[in-house]
């Protein structure tokens, strides 16, 4: 089981370091930017800054790739983000931090697209599936970690920028020291998002409004925690209840949309979504049960994007996935963008409240959308039904088919 991982135990290391250092700056900054007096609305676009980055970093990085190898790119990428981390503690400025985090969005992108290609290269038909596991539990365990590095700045504002600098410096030390072959970066015929949409309109508007879910959250929950009493380590483990929660459900909602109707898995989970986002905004004081409910949340919003994913590719050729899988990223990017906007609104208009009631209603239009979509569309045909698989929500790499050796 574990035979498969050795040889990508680096890239494994690499992501867990870079996402314990970087994976809570974004709680960090929506706090810093509330202590400060910042309204909800400024918070909002310094967030979606990030997901502007890391939409457009998507894009221009592979060509980067191409030219100067992965080693390279990716000490110049995490070279440049630790650089960004340290500016932090320069200058107290909105506008300042959102140009770092459309740079930080940026060169995350690069570090993803490196690393998810060094491992599509690496894995084999049989490999896919464990190391694609290995990267998701990297990946998320290094950013639930990191997250109760926010308690170190009680005294010393500066430490926490300080201590992600750190780890993003050392990320890059099992990678230029690999013995793992560079793969090439192959050319990935994009797929328009009209031919996605006719193709699977459930797939394309669930990862919109999952973007949209998610993006607010990252944006504004670490504000909605603290607006109800708790301090910096009730806000690290409410974060991490949510990530644990996304990890802990792929699976199981995953094989159950193997066995029925995809499509009555999405809109199940969207209804969770809905429920439990309902519950969060009639919450006045703190308990337990915040805890419980935001893993639940976690749990349902985290597995919507495989699980539209998986949808969109029971309609599409094996040839066509590849490409399709880009648009869908960026469709989810597009959402990412849009939803600390429309949620930071929602507080600016109602209060704490707002965060929860602007997810509530993203999930309950997405599932009037899917339900129509069960009601009017036709089911995918089995023989076209793909397995599911875990995914995170970050580059189209790990659809890129293997190449074919020289």
Request: glycine content about 10%; charged content about 10%.
């Amino acid at each position: 089981m574990f035979a498969p991982l050795v040889s990508v135990r680096t890239l494994l290391l690499a992501i867990f370091v870079i996402m314990a250092g970087s994976g809570f700056l974004s709680t960090l900054i929506a706090i810093r930017l509330e202590t400060a007096g910042s309204k909800a609305i400024t918070i909002g676009l310094v967030a979606a800054a990030y997901f502007a980055g890391l939409t457009v970093g998507s894009v221009r990085v592979p060509a980067i790739i191409a030219r100067v190898g992965h080693i390279r790119s990716f000490a110049a990428f995490v070279s440049i983000f630790s650089a960004s981390g340290l500016s932090y503690s320069i200058q107290m400025s909105a506008p300042f931090w959102g140009i770092l985090r459309f740079v930080d969005g940026f060169m995350m992108a690069g570090v993803f697209v490196c690393l998810e290609s060094w491992l599509n290269r690496q894995a084999t038909a049989k490999t896919r599936s464990a190391i694609l596991a290995a990267y998701m539990i990297a990946l998320y365990g290094g950013q639930a970690i990191g997250q109760f590095l926010l308690t170190l700045g009680s005294e010393r504002p500066s430490m926490p920028f300080v201590i992600a600098a750190i780890l993003l410096s050392l990320s890059v030390v099992p990678v230029v020291l690999t013995k793992i072959d560079q793969p090439r970066i192959e050319y990935v015929e994009p797929f328009s998002v009209r031919r996605l949409y006719s193709a699977s309109p459930l797939g394309v508007v669930g990862v919109l409004v999952t973007g949209a879910i998610l993006g607010a959250f990252y944006a504004l929950g670490a504000i909605y925690i603290q607006r109800l009493g708790m301090g910096l380590a009730g806000v690290a483990l409410f974060t991490s209840c949510v990530i644990g929660g996304g990890v802990a459900l792929q699976w199981p909602l995953g094989l159950l949309s193997d066995r029925i109707d995809r499509r009555s898995v999405i809109v199940g989970c969207l209804l969770m979504v809905l429920a439990v986002s309902a519950a969060l905004v009639l919450f006045a004081q703190p308990d337990a049960r915040l805890f419980l409910l935001g893993a639940l949340f976690g749990g349902f919003a985290f597995a919507l994007y495989p699980l539209c994913v998986a949808h969109a590719n029971d309609y599409l050729t094996e040839e066509q996935r590849v490409g399709a899988s880009s648009g869908l990223v960026l469709a989810y990017s597009a959402g990412a963008v849009a939803g600390p906007l429309i949620g930071s609104a929602g507080m600016q208009l109602i209060g704490i409240q707002g965060l929860f009631a602007t997810v509530a209603l993203f999930a309950m239009l997405g599932a009037i959308f899917g339900s129509w979509r069960v009601i009017v569309g036709r089911a995918a045909r089995v023989a076209n039904r793909q397995t599911f698989q875990p995914l995170t929500r970050t580059t189209p790499m790990m659809a890129v088919p293997e190449p074919e050796e020289d």
